[in-house]
C-alpha cells in the first residue's frame, strides 16, 4: 500500500495499471480529504467523550443537587402525614409501582442511585469510545484497500453467472452489492451489540432478552430490510435512469412519499412482529390521558401498552399517527416504575412536542434537507474524477448509481 500523496486504493477496478487522461486537484485529494475530515469528526468526538467520561469518575454527590433537594425534603417534612393518607387513597396499581417512595426524604434515595447511574454511565461511554475508534478504523481501511469497488466487482461476478451484465442489469447488481455490504456490515457490528446486550446492560439489571430473541430479532430485521429496502432502491435507480436531466424532482417526490407511507406502516405492521400491543386497561391512567390530551386538542384515538419488558427494564412512551387518528404506546416497565403523575408529565412532554409544531417542522426541515440533497447529488451525478479517485477508475466500464450516491453522501455531501 502506497501512502504517498495522491493517496489511491489499492483495489482498483484496473488494478492500477491505466492512468486518467486528465486529472483535477479534486479527484487526486478526494480520498485523503474524506480520510482527514473522518478523522477530525472521529477526533472532536473523542473529545467530548473523554470530557464526559470524566465527569463519570465522581464519586462525591453534586454539591448544589444536594443543597436543592435537602430544601425541599425540609419544606415537605411537615406534610408527610398528609402525603402518606393521601398515598393510601390512591389505586391499586399505584400501590404495586416500583417507585420512589414520596413520604420518604428524596436526598437518601437520590444519592442511592447516584453511584449505579455513575457506573453504568462509565461502562457505556468507554463501550462508545472503544466502537467507535474500531468503526473509523474500519472505515478508513476500507477506503485505503477500496472496499467498495471489490465488492462491486464481487456483485458483477456473480451476477454475470446469471447473465446479468452492469449496463443492462444494474438494478439488479445494486441489490446483489447492497446485500454484501449488509452481511459485512452485519457481521462487523455483532460482536459489539452481544457485548453492549449482554455485558453492560445484564451487568447493571436492564437486559430481559436472550440469546434467543435477540438473534430472533436480528434475523426479522434483516428480512424487513430486504422486503422494504430492496424495493425502494430498485424504485430510486429506476426513477434516477428515467428522470433526465431533473431527476431530482422525481426522486425527491418518491423519497416523501415513502417516508409517509412508512410512517404509517411501521407502527401498525412492522413494530407489532417485534413486540406486543395490548389496550391500557379502563381506569383512572386512561381517563387522565384522554383528559390530557383534550386539553391540547390531541385527536388521540387509542393508547396501547408494550410489553417492552421482554426485552429491557428501560422505559419510555412514543405516540405515532396521521391527522385525526392519533395513538400512543406506554411500555409495560413505565407502567411499573413510576405513578400515575408522573406518566401525565412524561407525555405531557411528549405532547408539548406535538403541541407547538415540533414533529411537523422536523418532518419538513428532513423533507427539504433530502431535497437539497439530490439536487446537489445531480450536480455531481456525472463527477467521473470523484469515482476515480475511490477506485472506479476503469473508463470502459459505467459507474454504478449506487455508487455514487454513496460517495457522494460520504464526501462532499458530507459536511
Known sequence: MDFTLPLTPQYTQTGGTTKAATSSLFGDYAIAATILFTLVVFLFEAYLNFRQRKSYHKIDFPRELETTVGNIDRETKSSAADKKEESSKSSGDDDKKDKVDRNAPILPQLKSKFSHAQSYGLDKINFSIFSSTYAVTEEVVFLLYGFLPYVWDKACTVGAKYGWTETEHEIKITL?????????????????????????????????????????????????????????????????????????LYVWAFTFVFSVIMMTLVPVVIMPLFNKYEKLPDGPLKDSIYELAGKLSFPLTKLFVMDGSKRSSHSNAFMFGFMKNKRIVLFDTLLSQVSNDEILAILGHELGHWKMGHTVTNFVVTQVYTGFMFYFFSLCYNSHELYRAFGFDDESRPIPTIIALVLFTSTIWAP
Do not use: W
Open 176 to 248: 446483489l452489492f447492497l446485500g454484501i455490504v449488509t452481511i459485512v456490515g452485519t457481521i462487523t457490528s455483532l460482536p459489539f451489540e452481544l457485548y453492549s446486550t449482554f455485558e453492560i446492560e445484564k451487568k447493571h439489571g436492564f437486559n430481559k432478552q436472550t440469546l434467543g430473541l435477540f438473534f430472533t430479532d436480528k434475523l426479522k430485521s434483516l428480512f424487513l430490510s430486504a422486503v422494504f429496502g430492496g424495493p425502494f432502491v430498485a424504485l430510486l435507480l429506476k426513477i434516477i435512469f428515467m428522470g433526465g436531466d431533473k431527476f431530482y
